[in-house]
């Protein structure tokens, strides 16, 4: 009898374990093209349970047969469906991407790239320029001259070791030797939808790659509606008397759409920790026009026009101000998806970008420097950049996805500094007539960057994919305008050219939550315009004079990288580990052989200027994260960053390395208000490098409390309490004070206790 009660309660015990759950099979396909969608993400609602679609765009998941199946995709609208119905899946797609550079890059996501979306309204502060959005993303961080003068660096990369995109293909070069104007300067942060990071060298369809490659996706998405949309933003901070105000409008029907946007910043000096004041003020006036017409369902055509006008710009870090950087961007876009079975995809992409850069140490300038009107130093430069990509994608057969194109960059500059000294800068009496020196800045130089690539992505099983690619680069670049002695040190300057090889392999495995890539990337560079060409001008961290030569070799990264990620139910971590071997890495080195000029503006000593010359050199380090979802509505959420670079050469480390840096951070989020708290704590730099003037820089531990609320549909306020104990620090990539009184030789630290607003509607 016993035995029958319990094969009974088995069987119906059985029954039940049947009835909770049973394998879900399906195919998510494109809904025009009908080809496969990789990379989709299936969640069963209500639980943790989350898998991924392969090559073939096909999954299995475990779920109830009244479950709801949620699937997401970037490119595609999100769908929900039951899980009974969970055979042929069809999504629409959102638009067709040209900005999207990773997304597309392969059909199984790599671990070393990455998608950081942006919510300036949950971020609760206010932005000087694009390079504060790279604040909070691992492994990167900002080297500062000043609130405009800001740019990101990644690992022991920086400048143009990175290939830094903008929309997918475009970019836009300094005309300041100084980098005053960095491509994050001319970019509007509250436009920015996403940032896209590849970490290496691993893949060659976007230019020569050294370092990384960054994207900074700024077009809007198609609209779920049709119709007109749009918002208005302000802001306010108190640390400064900071202002920012923008709007954005858009029109959208089947056929086209168009976007109108503006903004407008006034930023003031700021006060750090100690209460003391850095000189960090700016204006900034920027506007664009973006128009999209779409002939067919597959087609997209897109133009771009944008401008951005900066006035009164203030750099503590450099010896000169700016009272005039504007720059100007042309864009245009055409990409046709699946024109046939065997070819995915055609795209032409093409942009011209030129930028009108005046600095000096006090004309035009509403505060002067301490040493004009004794000294009038005035420097108008420009930089005129052309570039283009046509890349053909391919589908020879289900397993292998290729592509293959041509690009090219062509960079020009130009400008001429002029130094009037009406005093004596020893006794401060005045010289009649003044002494007047012209310096030739870039010397009409230019660079020419064609170049060929093929990628492809192969699926070797299952659950293992391949990414092979290789590219060459034909780069030439002339000097029509020599300085005289330039000239003298090189003797008679001919057009250089380079031919580099690249290339990247990579091996993915990805099953179920876990996934593991080896990857290697060998990354080429080409000397750039500073590098090749600049003569006697100070561009360093330091006081010396730099000398550009012309005889560099390109420099080559062979990078190997191994990444893991795994999943469970509300928990996600991975880390990777890295290691770069930097064959004739370019860097600066003081040649006592050629005597300084004193081309500054100052009446100092003068010493010995450095060269540019190749070294070896190498990295590594590593980074790891971690997610809790501890509710629906609290996560928290960390990460680890570490990085250690070698100049063999010299036997010192590389410069400008930061430190180990991590963050902890606790979310609590409902649909009308969400609570953000975060840290950052980095290490003491005691890695760093002599001859760059370089110091031990300390540790420190900051916080911030970010806020927001939605009182009703289409209205957002934010808000921050940034550096809440109201530390003094600087990073360590910061510069020092150059050319101003009570702060000379000091290094620019960070703004003190700041209070954040910022408010959104869209309609």
Known sequence: MKIKYIIIFSLIFSTRIWGQSSSVHGIVLDETSREPVVGATIKVEGTQNITSTDFYGRFHIQALPDAILKIVHLSYETKEISASKAGKIFLKSRNVSLDEIVVKANPLKDITHSVVVMDNIKKGSQPRNAADLFKDIPGFNIQKRSSMAMEPSLRAFKYEEMNIKYDGGSKMVNACPNRMDPITAHVIPEEVRRIEVIKGPYTVRFGQTFGGIVNMVTRPPTPDQFGLQGNIQAGYETNGNNIVNGAELMYAQKKFDITLNGEYRNFGDYFDGDNLKTPAGFKTTSYGIKFGYNPKENQRLQMNWHQKFGKNIKHAGLMMDSPKDDSYLLTADYKIKKLTDKIKSISFKSYYSFVDHLMTNGYGMEETRPNYPGIDARTPVTSNTLGGKFELGLTPNEELLVYTGLDADIIKRNGTKTVIVNNNPNTGVPLDPPSIKKLKVWQDAGIYDFGIFAEANYKAADAIFLTFGIRSDYVNAEIPDPA???????????????????GNLSVKYKKDALQMQLAYGRGTRTPSMIERYIYRFIVGTDSREYIGNPRLKPEINNQFEYSIQKKWDGIHTGSSIFYSYLQDYITPIINAALTSNSGGCGGGTPKPPKQFRNVNAYQYGFDAFLYIKLNNNLRFTSDVSFTKAYNTTLDEPLSQVAPMSAHFGLKYEKTKYWIDFRSELVATQKDFAPSFNET??????????????????????????????????????????????????????EQGRNFSFYAKYKF
Do not use: M, Q, V
Not at 484 to 492: A, M, P
Not at 714 to 730: D, R
């Open 484 to 502: 005289t002695g330039f000239e003298n040190i090189y003797g008679k300057l001919e057009n250089k050219t380079d031919i580099t090889i690249g």
């Open 696 to 749: 031990e820089t300390s540790g420190h531990t900051a916080f911030d409390l970010r806020l927001g609320w939605k009182p009703f549909k289409g209205f957002s306020i934010g808000g921050a309490i940034l550096n809440i104990a109201n530390k003094t620090y600087y990073n360590h990539l910061n510069f020092a004070f150059k050319n101003a009184d009570e702060n000379n030789g000091r290094r620019i630290y």
